[in-house]
């Protein structure tokens, strides 16, 4: 199992720049493939970002493609978001989420969610 707990959110501009960081328990992590997720007042849920177990591999939405990157380092347990460029549009609750079997884009393909951390960006 593993628990999930995100930090970095926070208000910017539009322009600037944030890294997020999902922080995970457990001595397993290094076995779970890891996504970010956003969903924005009165949206759905949408996928942002995944890197595999291994960290070698790694999927972005064509919205943020060229603009956010996604990174682990399994010896720390965390998986990091860097966001550059942010837009207006990227304003969202971000989630970090974990799947031990699946990589890719679909939110019930992961079985472990954090809380979420609030990004707002202002124009």
């Known amino acids: 199992q593993v628990q999930l707990v995100e930090s970095g959110g926070g208000l910017v501009q539009a322009g600037d720049s944030l890294r997020l960081s999902c922080a995970a328990s457990?001595?397993?992590?290094?076995?779970?493939?890891m996504a970010w997720f956003r969903q924005a007042p009165g949206k759905e849920r949408d996928f942002v970002a995944a890197?595999?177990?291994?960290?070698?591999?790694?999927y972005y939405a064509d919205s943020v493609k060229g603009r956010f990157t996604v990174s682990r380092d399994n010896a720390k347990n965390t998986v990091w978001l860097q966001m550059n460029s942010l837009k207006p549009e990227d304003t969202a609750v971000y989630y970090c989420?974990?799947?031990?079997?699946?990589?890719?884009?679909?939110?019930?393909?992961?079985?472990?969610w954090g809380q979420g951390t609030q990004v707002t960006v202002s124009s």
């Open positions: 457990g001595r397993t992590f290094s076995t779970y493939n």
């Open positions: 890197i595999r177990w291994s960290g070698g591999t790694t």
């Open positions: 989420a974990a799947s031990r079997w699946f990589y890719g884009p679909e939110s019930h393909d992961y079985n472990y």
